[in-house]
Antibody
Framework: EVQLLESGGGLVQPGGSLRLSCAASGFTFSSHEMNWVRQAPGKGLEWVSYINTNGKSIYYADSVKGRFTVSRDNGKNSLYLQMNSLTVEDTAVYYC??????????WGQGTLVTVSS | DIQMTQSPSSLSASVGDRVTITCRASQGIRNDLGWYQQKPGKAPKRLIYAASRLQSGVPSRFSGSGSGTEFTLTISSLQPEDFATYYCLQHNSYPSLTFGGGTKVEIK
């Protein structure tokens, strides 16, 4: 069974940093591109970042470019999102989502990041 | 950037009703579109990919159609478990993805 389990969310002050993790199981993690998608409270879904299978091709939404860094460790079946210079607008549930060759097929349950003083 | 306009933003319907949700792309995206269902506090679940292909395990009352700039998700006979929010997602500008604004389906 495909499973994606995010962790690392929490309360952080504006300007602070946080590192999210996504642990994958039930499939060959190294064979799949991965995405981060977020959802602000009561709002819609927003794509954040993409990383290819070997971690050498990376893309970001303009809203996070220069502040967020995505990475992966295929040996640990894990995806990461380093978030720096956080603002209140970054408050959201962050999901990791597996790419399928079409649109993402499986999503984790999400981890909540709250940026507040 | 490709924009996705989803309508309506909300609708009220009864069990057994036929429901149709539309997404329009700001430019042609072939069939690079998926549909997702999200229930409160849960992750999105893929229903449809490639505009019209049904995800394995998803009931056949869900169907998708369209190509180019106009797409439709249809629920042929609304069931109690279908009350949720639905999103379209374009991946023509891969790897950048764009979601529609969502449609909340509520009980009439």
């Amino acid at each position: 069974e495909v499973q994606l389990l995010e962790s690392g969310g929490g309360l952080v002050q504006p300007g602070g940093s946080l590192r999210l993790s996504c642990a994958a199981s039930g499939f060959t993690f190294s064979s799949h591109e991965m995405n981060w998608v977020r959802q602000a409270p009561g709002k819609g879904l927003e794509w954040v970042s993409y990383i290819n299978t070997n971690g050498k091709s990376i893309y970001y939404a303009d809203s996070v470019k220069g502040r967020f860094t995505v990475s992966r460790d295929n040996g640990k079946n894990s995806l990461y999102l380093q978030m720096n210079s956080l603002t209140v607008e970054d408050t959201a549930v962050y999901y990791c989502a597996r790419d399928s060759g079409w649109c993402p097929d499986f999503w984790g349950q999400g981890t909540l990041v709250t940026v507040s003083s | 950037d490709i924009q996705m306009t989803q309508s309506p933003s909300s609708l009220s319907a009864s069990v057994g009703d036929r429901v149709t949700i539309t997404c329009r792309a700001s430019q042609g995206i072939r069939n690079d579109l998926g549909w997702y269902q999200q229930k409160p506090g849960k992750a999105p679940k893929r229903l449809i990919y490639a505009a019209s292909r049904l995800q394995s395990g998803v009931p056949s009352r869900f169907s998708g159609s369209g190509s180019g700039t106009e797409f439709t998700l249809t629920i042929s006979s609304l069931q109690p478990e279908d009350f949720a929010t639905y999103y379209c997602l374009q991946h023509n500008s891969y790897p950048s993805l764009t979601f529609g604004g969502g449609t909340k389906v509520e009980i009439k």
